[in-house]
């Protein structure tokens, strides 16, 4: 007998035939002379219900030991249910109970649980209808984005997870050391002398893949880097992660119009296939967590994105008919509100907001004539802000030392990056698109914690 998925199951499962499924007693039913059990395996938000007759051997004991949480094993036979919402269900012929949830000390008792709570028990929230919806959703996404890369040709990278630069520049990185912290060597200035340190110089984890998939571009032509990304920005909200996965790719042979139209394709693609895999999942986030999912979700799929200049985006903030925590003024970043403000009340839609002042843009993005803004673009999403952010590169030599001389940005360690100018440069583009916020915004979660499954946070590294 074949043990199955109870997904599969529910949509091609027939009366008569025999089968074993395994998983998670979600609740128990006690009547007379039989039980109802429900379980759940992961695989779908519904899960089977079972029927334990008193025939079946050992039914008393099995019955006491079957509680929410408890793991087990049922072999039968399927007929059609007389319950509603329910097409077939499982007659018990046998039951092995592999492991007990004590009802006293078992912390998912059926009932709601706040987000914060089941944040204290993530060795055990995957197990709630919400966690098991945000990652099985997650789970598409992540599928969705490799089959759009990989039906255009794009190549999967995978850039190191230890780096020696600061792609940003913004010094929000996490030191890799193999030095002893209480009597670490030092320099004759009285600095720790990392060139005794395992890399034989400061070693971070990276904040961006770019710069090497950038490199991996000026051969490949098209590629994309999915992987995790690490920043140590103090940042409480609930929008941002020390740890999260990026998602760029980096296009050769392209200006700020085709990583645009990229960045557009890309998230109608992905709430396309999301919608199409995940329907129950999505319908269920819909009605109970954000009304707004589906209608969002049609909106991105069938809407041509907004698109403005940063200078553009200023004068309409400072004509909104509202004050803001944050001043707006050109020179200044857009803060959340504001990019609220844009996506989700004037555009009611995704927005792409591009050339942004130099100063307040990375390093590597492409001067424009006007000397005073960079071909930048981000990608601004109701609910979120910003979710995406991107650029044409720097790709003339002689600016791109200009830029980095202004920023103190030691040319000796970024040598390679240079070259790549030196050595068959083209005009190129790409982005990266925080996966953990894409998976939030598709989801309605609002809490981005919530839609990893282990969230690294300030003070916050458990499980
Ligand atoms: O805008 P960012 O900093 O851009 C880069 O790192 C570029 N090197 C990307 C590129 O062009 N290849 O980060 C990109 C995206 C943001 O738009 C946001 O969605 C997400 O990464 N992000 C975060 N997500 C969660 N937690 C954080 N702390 C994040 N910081 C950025
Ligand atoms: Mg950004």
Redesign the pocket.
């Known amino acids: 007998m074949t043990t199955r998925r109870i997904a599969d199951l529910l949509k091609t499962g027939q009366p008569d035939e025999t089968t074993t499924i395994q998983g998670w007693v979600r609740t128990k039913r006690e009547q007379k002379e039989f039980t109802f059990i429900e379980v759940n395996d992961g695989s779908s938000m519904a899960g089977l219900q079972v029927v334990v007759t008193q025939t079946v051997p050992g039914y008393a004991e099995a019955i006491a030991r079957l509680n929410t949480g408890a793991s087990v094993e049922v072999a039968g036979v399927l007929v059609p249910s007389l319950g509603k919402g329910q097409r077939i269900e499982l007659k018990a012929a046998s039951v092995l109970v592999h492991g007990e949830a004590n009802p006293e000390t078992y912390p998912l008792q059926k009932k709601r649980h706040s987000f914060e709570f089941l944040r204290t028990i993530g060795h055990l929230r995957s197990r709630t209808n919400t966690l098991g919806a945000v990652f099985r959703v997650r789970n598409a996404t992540a599928q969705a984005i490799h089959s759009f890369f990989q039906a255009r040709g794009f190549l999967w990278v995978h850039t190191p997870i230890i780096t020696a630069s600061d792609?940003?520049g913004?010094g929000e990185l996490f030191t890799v050391t193999g030095l002893d912290l209480k009597n670490p060597p030092k320099t004759a200035a009285g600095a720790v002398d990392f060139e005794q340190d395992f890399f034989g110089k400061h070693a971070y984890l990276t904040?961006?893949?770019?710069l090497e998939?950038e490199i991996m571009a000026m051969a490949f032509t098209n590629v994309y880097t999915f992987g995790p990304?690490f920043?140590a920005?103090n940042?409480n909200t609930s929008?941002?992660?020390?740890e999260?996965w990026?998602v760029?790719p980096?296009m050769a042979f392209c200006a700020l119009e085709g990583n645009m139209e990229l960045a557009e394709a890309f998230l109608k693609y992905v709430f396309k296939h999301v919608l199409e895999t995940c329907p129950d999942d999505m319908a269920f986030f819909n009605e109970r967590i954000e009304k707004t999912v589906l209608e969002t979700a049609e909106n991105i799929i069938n809407s041509e994105f907004g698109r403005i200049t940063y200078t553009e985006a200023i004068a309409l903030l400072e004509k909104a008919d509202r004050r803001f925590e944050y001043p707006v003024s050109w020179g200044l970043d857009l803060q959340s509100e504001h990019e609220r403000y844009l996506a989700e009340e004037l555009f009611k839609k995704p927005l792409i907001v591009t050339d942004y002042p130099t100063e307040i843009k990375?390093f590597y993005m492409r001067l424009s004539d006007d000397g005073k803004t960079v071909r930048a673009m981000?990608?601004l999403a109701p609910r979120i802000g910003?979710?995406?952010?991107?650029?044409q590169r720097e790709e003339r030599l002689d600016v791109l030392e200009r830029r980095m001389q202004e920023l103190d940005i030691p040319a000796a360690d970024l040598w390679w990056y240079l070259d790549l100018r030196r050595f068959g440069t083209v005009p190129h583009a790409?982005?990266?698109?925080?996966f953990?916020?894409l998976v939030q915004f598709m989801t309605g979660m609002q809490n981005?914690r919530d839609v990893i499954p282990f969230p690294r946070a300030p003070l916050s590294a458990d499980f």
């Open positions: 792609c940003e913004a904040v961006s893949g770019q998939a990304t920043r920005e940042s929008r941002h992660l020390a999260f990026m760029e980096e990375a981000d990608v910003e979710i995406i952010g991107g650029s790409g982005f990266g698109l925080g953990e916020r981005i």
